[in-house]
């Protein structure tokens, strides 16, 4: 089997690929790994803002971790938040500019080690903002050392044998501790190792956003990202480590809807 | 005009809303607590947001954001929740945003942490120090403008009297220089058009890979150059003549100006420098009269902070002395045995005597 066929002409004329690039993404290089799950995450992001309508009403608080090396290529208003503290800034941005789509991104470090109390608070008072988790269950910037979801057994550079949860404790999963908050709309978590995960993902934040711009409150969407480099395999094996490992503790799909916990999900 | 008999909290929170601070988020602690508690009730008034925030983390980070859409936006608190708040500083800080921090401090023990940065890496606030209710309706309005001038936090170090104590002031707005548009501000309106913004400290610019922090943060050394030169503010009385020169800050001084008046009336050749900005210090007042006097006594209750600015600004050209001490009752909150013009007599007395070998005429 060839890859294309040669003999038939194409059914369909060729397209630039500027034609399919969102409007808020940058032409330019980035630095981040082969085989990394963040920029596909990212740009379904900015896809779902265009396709709402909002994209030159919107701003981010971002956090720091291996995204920081992409941000510069969206062309979003933003600000460099320090590691913990973006829901709190996308607070301050909310609360002054009610008008404006405002979404946050954190790495799982970020979010669920270092502001933890942040998004919870955030998430509690009802803040009329998106927060978008990046988890790939490493400090991937470090170069691979245990995060708060981290799963037991993962192998990290702190944890050379494997996360034990008698030495290291448990992992923490958001869709457990947000859904039962008053402040929440909408909690929801999706992968991005398939185009029909891809598609599942894009469809939550296209949600969790339509519930921001609802005024329905706090809205939140974990995406499991691929880190083949912090898992320490080869990058062709990332998306099936992240099925086999990650997402069975980690499950998929939405965890509150309108406001109301999901029962199936319980 | 139409003076108004009202606390320090109360008068500091609606000379801020004069000034058009229309966000304030804060966490209660003693002696802070009654500016939040003004902030919470007078703002929403204003058309304003007061946020009551989870913690002092969190309060600056939400003064953080309001400040990147352009608003004017405050926080505060005391030495111990400052503490918390300096990793945030120290970033809002190099991203050129103008915070404006109330900070009613437990005493004088916090100078250098207000001096000094206080966080990661090279940068200063501003810090305006009022010697009374009076001058704080003065200072936060102050703050503001000059937070937005200099795209630099602004911090008001206040303390346990200032806030708690009433003083008939007039509440009127200050008219200041007519500033330019905040055009670094977000509201989403250059998205997609390669022109979106990125408030950062480390020179992070849209489009293009990586970070310039050098160059970024020698441009804003360059700024604290022009800082020093341009707004260091300090009052002084009796410097012509005097053989002994007296410097203290905020409420002390205002103990430490009335010994000072009553020995020059009773002859004593005595003069009083009072930094109002602690940073940039008033270095010049200090060299300006190092040449002529025997001795700089520096009455500051703490364990000798202030006096290391005394001492780099005089560089040897006038002999220095520790008048103060750490002072405090058991509250913690700064009003100790000092802070009361009869000791504080005694002590200068005894130090003018020592160095100008004059007894005070009698």
Same mark, same amino acid.
């Given at each position: 089997?060839?890859?294309?066929?040669?003999?038939?002409?194409?059914?369909?004329?060729?397209?630039?690929?500027?034609?399919?690039?969102?409007?808020?993404?940058?032409?330019?290089?980035?630095?981040?790994?082969?085989?990394?799950?963040?920029?596909?995450?990212?740009?379904?992001?900015?896809?779902?803002?265009?396709?709402?309508?909002?994209?030159?009403?919107?701003?981010?608080?971002?956090?720091?971790?291996?995204?920081?090396?992409?941000?510069?290529?969206?062309?979003?208003?933003?600000?460099?938040?320090?590691?913990?503290?973006?829901?709190?800034?996308?607070?301050?941005?909310? *609360?002054?500019?009610?008008?404006?789509?405002?979404?946050?991104?954190?790495?799982?470090?970020?979010?669920?080690?270092?502001?933890?109390?942040?998004?919870?608070?955030?998430?509690?008072? /009802?803040?009329?903002?998106?927060?978008?988790?990046?988890?790939?269950?490493?400090?991937?910037?470090?170069?691979?050392?245990?995060?708060?979801?981290?799963?037991?057994?993962?192998?990290?550079?702190?944890?050379?044998?494997?996360?034990?949860?008698?030495?290291?404790?448990?992992?923490?999963?958001?869709?457990?501790?947000?859904?039962?908050?008053?402040?929440?709309?909408?909690?929801?978590?999706?992968?991005?190792?398939?185009?029909?995960?891809?598609?599942?993902?894009?469809?939550?934040?296209?949600?969790?956003?339509?519930?921001?711009?609802?005024?329905?409150?706090?809205?939140?969407?974990?995406?499991?990202?691929?880190?083949?480099?912090?898992?320490?395999?080869?990058?062709?094996?990332?998306?099936?480590?992240?099925?086999?490992?990650?997402?069975?503790?980690?499950?998929?799909?939405?965890?509150?809807?309108?406001?109301?916990?999901?029962?199936?999900?319980? | 005009?139409?003076?108004?008999?009202?606390? /320090?909290?109360?008068?500091?929170?609606?000379?801020?809303?004069?000034?058009?601070? *229309?966000?304030?988020?804060?966490?209660?602690?003693?002696?802070?607590?009654?500016?939040?508690?003004?902030?919470?009730?007078?703002?929403?008034?204003?058309?304003?947001?007061?946020?009551?925030?989870?913690?002092?983390?969190?309060?600056?980070?939400?003064?953080?954001?309001?400040?990147?859409?352009?608003?004017?936006?405050?926080?505060?608190?005391?030495?111990?929740?400052?503490?918390?708040?300096?990793?945030?500083?120290?970033?809002?800080?190099?991203?050129?945003?103008?915070?404006?921090?109330?900070?009613?401090?437990?005493?004088?023990?916090?100078?250098?942490?207000?001096?000094?940065?206080?966080?990661?890496?090279?940068?200063?606030?501003?810090?305006?120090?009022?010697?009374?209710?009076?001058?704080?309706?003065?200072?936060?309005?102050?703050?503001?403008?000059?937070?937005?001038?200099?795209?630099?936090?602004?911090?008001?170090? /206040?303390?346990?009297?200032?806030?708690?104590?009433?003083?008939?002031?007039?509440?009127?707005?200050?008219?200041?220089?007519?500033?330019?548009?905040?055009?670094?501000?977000?509201?989403?309106?250059?998205?997609?058009?390669?022109?979106?913004?990125?408030?950062?400290?480390?020179?992070?610019?849209?489009?293009?890979?990586?970070?310039?922090?050098?160059?970024?943060?020698?441009?804003?050394?360059?700024?604290?150059?022009?800082?020093?030169?341009?707004?260091?503010?300090?009052?002084?009385?009796?410097?012509?003549?005097?053989?002994?020169?007296?410097?203290?800050?905020?409420?002390?001084?205002?103990?430490?100006?009335?010994?000072?008046?009553?020995?020059?009336?009773?002859?004593?050749?005595?003069?009083?420098?009072?930094?109002?900005?602690?940073?940039?210090?008033?270095?010049?007042?200090?060299?300006?009269?190092?040449?002529?006097?025997?001795?700089?006594?520096?009455?500051?209750?703490?364990?000798?902070?202030?006096?290391?600015?005394?001492?780099?600004?005089?560089?040897?050209?006038?002999?220095?002395?520790?008048?103060?001490?750490?002072?405090?009752?058991?509250?913690?909150?700064?009003?100790?045995?000092?802070?009361?013009?009869?000791?504080?007599?005694?002590?200068?007395?005894?130090?003018?005597?020592?160095?100008?070998?004059?007894?005070?005429?009698?």
């Amino acid at each position: 089997m060839t890859l294309i066929d040669t003999d038939r002409p194409p059914t369909v004329p060729a397209k630039e690929w500027r034609a399919r690039k969102p409007s808020l993404l940058l032409e330019g290089d980035h630095d981040l790994c082969s085989g990394c799950g963040e920029p596909i995450a990212l740009r379904s992001l900015l896809e779902v803002i265009e396709e709402l309508g909002w994209a030159d009403r919107a701003m981010a608080a971002v956090g720091i971790g291996c995204y920081t090396a992409l941000t510069p290529l969206l062309d979003v208003d933003m600000v460099q938040a320090l590691h913990g503290r973006a829901p709190s800034v996308a607070t301050g941005l909310k *609360r002054m500019r009610p008008d404006r789509l405002v979404f946050t991104l954190q790495g799982d470090g970020d979010m669920v080690n270092e502001g933890l109390q942040e998004v919870l608070h955030s998430a509690a008072r /009802g803040e009329a903002i998106t927060c978008v988790l990046l988890n790939n269950g490493v400090f991937g910037e470090t170069g691979g050392h245990m995060t708060a979801t981290t799963v037991l057994g993962q192998r990290t550079k702190n944890t050379l044998e494997g996360r034990d949860a008698k030495y290291h404790g448990h992992p923490i999963s958001m869709t457990d501790l947000l859904p039962p908050l008053g402040g929440v709309s909408y909690v929801a978590r999706g992968t991005v190792t398939t185009a029909r995960d891809v598609e599942r993902t894009r469809r939550y934040l296209r949600r969790a956003l339509e519930a921001q711009i609802a005024g329905d409150g706090f809205s939140f969407v974990e995406i499991l990202t691929m880190c083949p480099t912090g898992w320490f395999i080869p990058v062709t094996e990332g998306p099936g480590y992240l099925n086999d490992t990650i997402a069975p503790v980690f499950r998929t799909g939405e965890f509150k809807a309108d406001g109301k916990i999901v029962e199936t999900q319980k | 005009m139409t003076r108004r008999f009202v606390e /320090g909290s109360e008068a500091i929170v609606e000379a801020a809303i004069l000034a058009g601070c *229309r966000f304030f988020a804060g966490y209660p602690m003693t002696p802070f607590t009654e500016v939040l508690d003004h902030m919470a009730e007078k703002m929403p008034l204003a058309g304003g947001i007061c946020v009551n925030a989870e913690s002092e983390l969190e309060a600056v980070g939400m003064a953080w954001g309001a400040l990147a859409t352009g608003a004017r936006a405050a926080t505060g608190s005391t030495g111990q929740g400052l503490s918390l708040m300096q990793e945030s500083f120290s970033e809002i800080t190099r991203a050129e945003l103008p915070l404006v921090v109330v900070n009613m401090a437990r005493g004088q023990s916090d100078y250098y942490q207000s001096t000094r940065g206080g966080g990661h890496g090279d940068y200063f606030h501003i810090i305006l120090c009022p010697i009374d209710i009076h001058e704080a309706v003065e200072h936060i309005q102050l703050a503001f403008h000059l937070a937005d001038v200099w795209r630099n936090p602004v911090q008001i170090y /206040g303390d346990y009297l200032l806030a708690h104590t009433a003083e008939a002031v007039e509440l009127e707005a200050i008219a200041f220089d007519t500033l330019p548009a905040k055009d670094w501000a977000l509201d989403g309106s250059l998205n997609g058009t390669g022109g979106s913004r990125n408030i950062n400290s480390i020179g992070m610019t849209k489009g293009n890979k990586g970070i310039e922090p050098e160059r970024f943060w020698k441009r804003l050394q360059a700024k604290y150059e022009a800082i020093k030169i341009a707004e260091a503010r300090h009052e002084a009385e009796f410097l012509e003549d005097a053989n002994y020169v007296v410097t203290a800050f905020g409420t002390t001084a205002k103990f430490v100006r009335h010994v000072i008046r009553e020995m020059r009336n009773e002859g004593s050749r005595i003069g009083y420098i009072r930094p109002i900005t602690l940073w940039p210090f008033p270095s010049q007042a200090f060299c300006d009269v190092a040449g002529s006097v025997r001795e700089i006594g520096v009455f500051e209750l703490n364990g000798g902070q202030m006096i290391d600015d005394v001492r780099l600004a005089v560089l040897g050209a006038a002999p220095v002395a520790a008048l103060g001490g750490i002072s405090s009752d058991e509250s913690g909150f700064g009003v100790g045995p000092l802070l009361n013009t009869d000791v504080i007599r005694s002590i200068l007395e005894a130090a003018y005597e020592r160095a100008t070998g004059e007894e005070k005429d009698q």
